[in-house]
């Protein structure tokens, strides 16, 4: 049953596909092909990338470019290729998109399929694989990838005493039904998002973002509607989370544009901005092709207690015609037209008291600051014609207007809109509201192959430490992924599910390679990715969670955390807020590139909030566990179980046991053992 | 351990500064391998650096350094002698124009950019901001080439919050101080420092296990930070973020602002060997009442400045500290109905002193109304070709950014002409 309505969805995107250029119709074929047979064999030699002989050492389109230091080895299989044609760029996506499953795969066949892939090929590379994770790496492993917290001593105990062979699935499952597994992966997504805003106001928007995100994930809702909703999203920021977005980025089409298709799509086809795309195929007329699905977005002011905004449609002008998007706009693609709509007193020229009525209302002291060459206080055609453009060129236009790179003032030239992946177009003179939902169904349509692949690359990395793509949000179409086909397997998993979010997690979660041990790093400069697990620093979110489930409090309150407040209708910060300004970071950047600062080391190391709640005197779990264990190892295993989620090794009780001693004072040396456990490298990785 | 690291290091620069552990530290141990490259070596030895006077929300030149007194756009803004014959700027700056010939003012400063955070980020990086890659401010950029690793206190010091280090990474994010007043948070131990240091030792060892059962890079990386950050709550240097122990007529002349305390700690971690000091004052977004809030903030931002040029020329500190006074863009030469001036990054200034500029002078002007550049122009990336002179560093230097594309340091943009000596 799934299948056939999943087939009904293809059908209406293939419709809507038939009416656009030839180029998209040539792909209806072998897609209606596949969907006709019915056969999972439609990944066959032919239908991917039509095969180019690998150059990877040419990264950069110049010369004797200079490489990374260590990230350039390990990325040497996720090289570009050293053709990059337009047409291989245009090619492979929309070739590749037939390669799917018609019928719902089930996570745990994906996940052996992954597997087999992945020894097959790992195989060759002759590295040899590490064993399985120990339950108890196991299960702080996914506690905290899918909940975003640590187990508990008691979680861990039961979990290893847990005899049933299917437990780590049902754990999985168990986790994945959780209210936690919601908001963990809600902040996550606030995180990326907001991570590169450049509307700094956005910030208040956050928690109305994450909760929105939170319900989305709740109510599991499909990725594709969620993209959808972030995309189509209307209305005041502080009430609809789902404007996040575009506010983020303060409805500007470029940068709307450049974050749509890097979160979404996982392609920086921003770089096209100015110049063709240096390294890609990507041509920046096709970068200004997607913006040109934003221009009629707005962020209206709401001069309200807070102050707010509204993401609003600009589709006619405050004339009522069809001149401009907004007064100034309109002004300058017709000032005649504007004169004599508001020229009361017919002397063709507008005074103040004229124009403070109308829609330019609070601009005109500016615009006669600007453009009053004669100093009478009143405006001609002839000097509002000559007003200089407003800072950026085509801002204020209801049509999207790519700058002219030689003449930056100048208006540029109309671009309409195409999505440049299966080069889709919707028309000319759309409103905005079909100008995004045409968006919206393009880049979700499971004809756009990078949109599945660029959010199970994100989960895949964030679960395992790195991508088939390395960095998440720069795959393509030039970078070969590691593991191509394992990537494929996820990704057409992920499409047959309709966009099944836990699926994902589900599916990945239950493959070896995500329950791998993690080991000492081979010392090879380019060691073999998924052979091993790889230890990455915890989210802010989750070192909080971990942090306050250890010193077992709610919430850190209190000092040791002052920041100063920021700018305008900021809600007040809570304690989580001011934790995450000293320890979050942009969630799409490469794990290894993530490291600690200076004021997150002081603030573990010397703030007195921890320090008080440290303490082996008063109501510290600490004090309990020494009042509950007299014997100092069985202390010692508690405290490793709520720090560590793992017993101490025979090493490390010697290590405590001799401190003990050493320092000849019970409650003291405790408090010495849980600040450097709580200091160590151990507790802020996911291990 | 430190052999493992020693041969990884050739693949990569921030490896290399992982060598640093607490234990070690806390041993006294501590050594820094000499595997820097000469250049660079040669480079960090003549201990250069810069504090950035930031005017935060765009001050209006008219009130500041290009008055136009008599004029229309001018407003009642009044113009007085500096200690540079015909060199006027406007009243209010009267602490200021008695340094006058150690400053070379720039009239002829030109943006596009017209909103606040835009051009702030573009003003600290020399890019408009994107939202695919993070730029590293200019403080950062030089802090990579100037600072020695060694060091004990932070290359990069801020009062109040900036612009970070982007792509460049923990080594180079800005140390930020809130309060100048005081010293920074979380630096002083809450045990005595032979418990703290028994604790480190402590941590040091109970790190093995994790190191070698595959957690050695993440360990590397934890030990070096926790080596620095440890270095630094241990380090009499931190001393330096003390202004109380400066004489008080000392401090007087700073000003008993927040903005005077800053100019009075970026002095003192210049002299203690920070690279990069950005000092903050904020509230010159005058849409209205531009003239009274003008005058205000003249008052807590001009004692400041002028005293910091002073000092710093006394200690025999100039020659190598550039300052530079600026906003991120002006505002409109045309007075707005509530007595304010807009946002305009057409034509605006700023000042540059010390770091071999040649004082004393005026490079560029505004037309006599004020609403657009004179002569002599000069771009973003002009100013910031001209900063990388006077530190010594090349602007073309580039980096890569983490999706492996090359950036200069400044892309674009020559020295201004006339500017040095």
């Not at chain 1, 150059?55 to 990325?75: C, G, I, V, W, Y």
């Not at chain 2, 950062?140 to 100037?146: F, I």
Request: proline share 7%.
């Amino acid at each position: 049953m799934a299948a056939t309505s999943s087939c009904s969805v293809r059908f209406s995107e293939l419709s809507g596909a038939k009416r656009l250029s030839t180029g998209a119709v040539l792909l209806v074929v072998p897609l209606t092909a596949v969907l006709v047979a019915g056969a999972l064999s439609g990944r066959n030699e032919a239908d991917a990338a039509p095969p180019e002989q690998p150059a990877p050492s040419k990264r950069f389109a110049r010369p004797n470019a200079p490489r990374p230091f260590d990230r350039d080895s390990r990325r040497g299989d996720s090289a570009r290729k050293s053709d990059s044609s337009a047409n291989t760029g245009k090619g492979a996506p929309t070739q590749r998109a037939v390669a799917r499953h018609v019928s719902p795969s089930d996570s745990a066949g994906t996940a052996a399929a992954i597997d087999v892939v992945i020894r097959e090929e790992l195989a060759e590379s002759k590295s040899s694989v590490a064993p399985v994770a120990a339950d108890e790496d196991f299960l702080r492993r996914v506690t905290f990838d899918l909940t975003g917290t640590s187990p508990s001593p008691r979680d861990v105990t039961l979990f290893g005493l847990d005899s049933d062979p299917a437990k780590r699935a049902k754990l999985v499952d168990q986790l994945l039904d959780s209210d936690e597994f919601s908001r963990n992966w809600a902040r996550y997504w606030r995180d990326v998002v907001f991570s590169r805003a450049t509307e700094m106001r956005a910030q208040f928007a956050t928690q109305t973002f994450e909760d929105w995100m939170h319900g989305e994930f709740q109510k599991k809702a499909p990725w594709d509607a969620i993209a959808t909703s972030m995309l189509t999203a209307k209305g005041g920021v502080r009430e609809e989370g789902s404007t996040g977005l575009i506010f983020a980025h303060g409805a500007e089409p470029a940068e709307v544009a450049a974050e749509v298709s890097r979160i979404f799509l996982g392609i920086q086809i921003q770089c096209a901005n100015c110049h063709d795309h240096p390294t890609d195929a990507w041509k920046r007329e096709q970068f200004h092709q997607l913006a040109a699905f934003f221009p009629r977005l707005r962020l209206q002011p709401k001069m309200t207690t807070p102050r707010t905004f509204e993401v609003v449609s600009l589709d006619s002008t405050p004339f009522g015609g069809r001149g401009g998007g907004n007064p100034l706009g309109a002004l300058r693609e017709n000032p005649e037209l504007a004169i004599r709509r508001l020229d009361q007193n017919r002397d063709g020229k507008l005074s103040k008291s004229e124009a403070e009525d109308g829609p330019l209302g609070r601009l005109f002291d500016r615009l006669l600051g600007l453009g009053d060459t004669n100093k009478d206080g009143m405006l001609s055609a002839e000097e509002l014609k000559k007003i200089e453009p407003p800072m950026m060129a085509g801002r204020g236009s209801r049509e999207y207007h790519m700058p002219d790179l030689n003449n930056p003032s100048a208006p540029g030239k109309r671009i309409d809109p195409e999505f440049f992946v299966t080069h889709e177009k919707p028309g000319a003179d759309l409103s905005d509201a079909d100008r995004r939902a045409a968006v919206a169904r393009y880049i979700t349509s499971p004809d756009n192959p990078w949109f599945a692949r660029a959010f199970v690359n994100r989960i895949w990395s964030e679960m395992l430490g790195e991508g088939f793509y390395i960095p998440v949000d720069d795959m393509g179409p030039e970078r070969e992924p590691r593991y191509g086909k394992a990537l494929d397997l996820l990704a057409d998993g992920f499409v047959s599910n309709r966009y099944d979010v836990r699926w994902v997690y589900r599916t990945i979660a239950s493959t070896e390679a995500y329950q791998r041990q993690i080991r000492p790093t081979e010392a090879t400069e380019n060691p073999t990715p998924f052979v091993a697990a790889v230890p990455t620093r915890l989210r802010s979110d989750q070192l909080y969670s971990a942090i306050t489930k250890v010193l077992g409090i709610d919430d850190l309150g209190g000092g040791g955390m002052r920041r100063p407040g920021g700018g305008m209708g900021r809600g007040p910060r809570t304690p989580r807020d001011n934790f995450a300004q000293l320890f979050g970071f942009d969630p799409s950047t490469p794990h290894d590139e993530v490291v600690g600062s200076v004021p997150q080391a002081l603030f573990l190391m010397n703030s007195p909030l921890l320090t008080n709640l440290m303490r082996a005197g008063g109501r510290t779990t600490l004090s309990g566990i020494l009042t509950k264990y007299s014997s100092d190892r069985d202390a010692l295993n508690e405290l490793y179980l709520m720090v560590l989620a793992r017993e101490p090794s025979e090493k490390e009780l010697k290590i405590c046991t001799d401190y003990i001693a050493e320092v000849n004072n019970r409650n003291e040396a405790f408090e010495d053992l849980l600040w450097s456990l709580l200091n160590s490298s151990e507790f802020l990785t996911k291990r | 351990m430190l052999n493992t690291n020693l041969a990884q290091q050739s693949l990569s620069r921030r490896r290399f500064l992982q060598t640093v552990s607490a234990g070690a530290l806390a041993a006294g141990a501590f050594n820094l391998p000499g595997l820097m490259s000469v250049n660079a070596d040669e480079l960090r030895k003549q201990g250069r650096s810069m504090i950035l006077l930031w005017m935060q929300g765009a001050p209006s030149q008219f009130e500041t350094f290009d008055p136009k007194p008599g004029t229309e756009n001018g407003g009642p803004t009044e113009a007085i002698e500096t200690s540079v014959p015909g060199i006027r700027i406007a009243k209010g700056w009267e602490n200021t124009a008695k340094v006058m010939d150690e400053i070379a003012l720039v009239r002829s400063m030109t943006n596009k950019e017209g909103n606040h955070q835009r051009a702030t980020y573009q003003l600290h990086t020399g890019y408009i901001p994107s939202g695919s890659v993070k730029h590293p401010s200019l403080g950062s950029n030089l802090a990579k080439m100037l600072a020695d690793p060694a060091h004990e206190l932070p290359s990069v010091v801020s009062v109040g919050q900036t612009v970070g280090a982007g792509y460049l990474g923990v080594d180079y994010e800005p140390f930020v101080v809130n309060d100048p007043g005081s010293m920074p948070q979380n630096v002083t131990t809450t045990v005595p420092t032979p418990r703290f240091e028994r604790r480190l030792g402590l941590l040091d060892k109970l790190e093995d296990d994790f190191a070698g059962r595959g957690g050695a890079a993440v360990v590397d990386s934890h030990k070096r930070l926790y080596g620095k950050t440890a270095k630094l709550v241990l380090s009499p240097a931190i001393k330096s973020f003390d202004i109380s122990t400066e004489p008080a007529p000392l401090r007087e002349k700073y000003g008993s602002t927040q903005f005077g305390r800053g100019c009075l700690l970026a002095r003192k971690l210049v002299e203690a060997g920070v690279t990069f000091v950005e000092v903050r004052a904020g509230n010159w977004d005058t849409h209205d009442n531009n003239f009274e809030r003008t005058t205000t903030l003249a008052g807590q931002v001009d004692p400041g400045a002028a005293a910091l040029i002073a000092d710093l020329k006394e200690r025999g500190l100039m020659e190598k500290t550039l300052v530079v006074w600026m906003g991120e863009f002006g505002r409109t030469p045309r007075i707005n109905p509530r007595n304010g001036r807009d946002h305009y990054p057409r034509v605006f200034n700023g000042w540059l002193a010390g770091g071999g500029v040649k004082g004393g002078q005026v490079i560029g002007s505004s037309t006599p109304d004020g609403a657009g550049v004179k002569d002599n122009p000069v771009s973003v990336p002009d100013l910031f070709c001209s900063v990388c002179k006077s530190l010594g560093v090349d602007p073309r230097h580039e980096s890569l950014s983490p999706i492996g594309r090359p950036l200069k340091i400044v892309d674009g943009g020559e020295v201004v002409p006339g500017l040095f000596a």
